[in-house]
Nanobody, 126 residues
Framework: QLQLVESGGGSVQPGGSLRLSCGASGGTFALDFYVMGWFRQAPGKEREGVSW????????NYADSVKGRFTISRDNAKNTVYLQMNGLKPEDTGIYYC?????????????????WGQGTQVTVSS
């Protein structure tokens, strides 16, 4: 079974930056065949899609709320996916989850993702 673990969360002031990482843990499972996505959930709100990247890294997309500020990337040789977050806003606060899908058109639809990490907390406040 594919296992994912997130890291890199923390507390920053508005305008600050964080880089989240997501890696495969347990066994020697490779991420080469999976679309990878980042999702987030704020207290009292539904989980929302943030960004996704194709299995080979050729295609990416972002929620309108983070376009121009966040960048998703991956290094399949390291079995790692990243989310660089710049210009953070208080509205970005929440738990960020990494997810994997075998469907090439998973996009930002959380129902299309089969494997999930446990999340990492991101807090943006002054």
């Amino acid at each position: 079974q594919l296992q994912l673990v997130e890291s890199g969360g923390g507390s920053v002031q508005p305008g600050g930056s964080l880089r989240l990482s997501c890696g495969a843990s347990g066994g020697t499972f490779a991420l080469d065949f999976y679309v990878m996505g980042w999702f987030r959930q704020a207290p009292g709100k539904e989980r929302e899609g943030v960004s996704w990247i194709s299995s080979g890294g050729e295609s990416t997309n972002y929620a309108d709320s983070v376009k121009g500020r966040f960048t998703i990337s991956r290094d399949n040789a390291k079995n790692t996916v990243y989310l660089q977050m710049n210009g953070l806003k208080p509205e970005d606060t929440g738990i960020y989850y990494c997810a994997a899908s075998a469907w090439s058109r998973a996009g930002l639809n959380s129902a299309s993702y089969n494997y999930w990490g446990q999340g990492t907390q991101v807090t943006v406040s002054s």
